[in-house]
C-alpha cells in the first residue's frame, strides 16, 4: 500500500509560481509511474503530468506544456510539479497519483493510489 500526501498549494497571483510536493510513504515508489492531476467542481478529474520509474520519460497536457515541469527523487520518495507562469484556469485541486503497472498513462482511471489533493488558486 502506497500513501501519498501532497503539499505546496495555495493563492498566487497570475503570473507567479508555485512548487507542489507529493510525498510517498509505505513503499518505495521508485518503480512507479508517477502522475498529476487536476480537478475542479463539476468537471472530471484532468491529466497534467507524468513521469516514468525512471524519470526519462514525461508527458505533459497541452495546457501546461512550457509552464509545468513534473519531477522525482526517488531517494527521497517524493515527486514535484513545477508551476510557472500560472494563469487563473490552473486553479483546482491538484492531486498526486501512483500506478504501479508498467506502461505509462493519461487515464486517471488506471491509477491504484492517490493523494487528499491540495488547492492551487490562482487570482487574476
Known amino acids: 500500500q502506497v500513501q501519498l500526501v501532497e503539499s505546496g498549494g495555495g493563492l498566487v497571483q497570475a503570473g507567479g509560481s508555485l512548487r507542489l510536493s507529493c510525498a510517498a510513504s509505505?513503499?518505495?515508489?521508485?518503480?512507479?509511474?508517477m502522475g498529476w492531476f487536476r480537478q475542479t467542481p463539476g468537471k472530471e478529474r484532468e491529466f497534467v503530468a507524468f513521469?516514468?520509474?525512471?524519470?526519462?520519460?514525461?508527458s505533459y497536457a497541452d495546457s501546461v506544456k512550457g509552464r509545468f515541469t513534473i519531477s522525482r527523487d526517488n531517494a527521497k520518495n517524493t515527486v514535484y510539479l513545477q508551476m510557472n507562469s500560472l494563469k487563473p484556469e490552473d486553479t483546482a485541486v491538484y492531486y498526486c497519483?501512483?500506478?504501479?503497472?508498467?506502461?505509462?498513462?493519461?487515464?486517471?482511471?488506471?491509477?491504484?493510489?492517490w493523494g487528499q489533493g491540495t488547492q492551487v488558486t490562482v487570482s487574476s
Open positions: 513521469i516514468s520509474a525512471s524519470g526519462g520519460a514525461l
Open positions: 497519483a501512483a500506478r504501479s503497472r508498467p506502461f505509462s498513462t493519461v487515464v486517471a482511471g488506471s491509477y491504484e493510489y
Open positions: 509505505g513503499r518505495t515508489i521508485s518503480t512507479y509511474l
